[in-house]
Nanobody, 119 residues
Framework: QAQLVESGGGLVQPGGSLRLSCVASRSIFSFNAMGWYRQAPGKQREVVAFVTMGGSINYADSVKGRFTISRDTTKNTVWLQMNSLKPEDMAVYYC?????????????WGQGTQVTVSS
């Protein structure tokens, strides 16, 4: 089992910045990857960015150049720095970590944090 605790959401004007944090209850290296998803009202949850155990990083096309994912393995923490925020970035953001065991993926989720982009 693992718990993920998020923080950092809030209200920001278009063009503004926010930083989300996610602290895991166990070592980041115990997961295959860790990252962020988001879900806007009426839409499916989508991946935003993730970092693998080995340190490889991937971003959704919609956030490339604006969002940066980073981690501190000593603090079991992953951050999502979001710059140049747009109204379409507004969503509930979820921290995610997963493991793959015997070909089965096991997902762990944070409680979600609301990001509102509005003037």
């Amino acid at each position: 089992q693992a718990q993920l605790v998020e923080s950092g959401g809030g209200l920001v004007q278009p063009g503004g910045s926010l930083r989300l944090s996610c602290v895991a209850s166990r070592s980041i290296f115990s997961f295959n990857a860790m990252g962020w998803y988001r879900q806007a009202p009426g839409k499916q949850r989508e991946v935003v960015a993730f970092v693998t155990m080995g340190g490889s990083i991937n971003y959704a096309d919609s956030v490339k150049g604006r969002f940066t994912i980073s981690r501190d393995t000593t603090k079991n923490t992953v951050w999502l720095q979001m710059n140049s925020l747009k109204p379409e970035d507004m969503a509930v953001y979820y921290c995610n970590a997963f493991t793959i065991q015997n070909g089965v993926r096991y997902d762990y989720w944070g409680q979600g944090t609301q990001v509102t982009v509005s003037s």
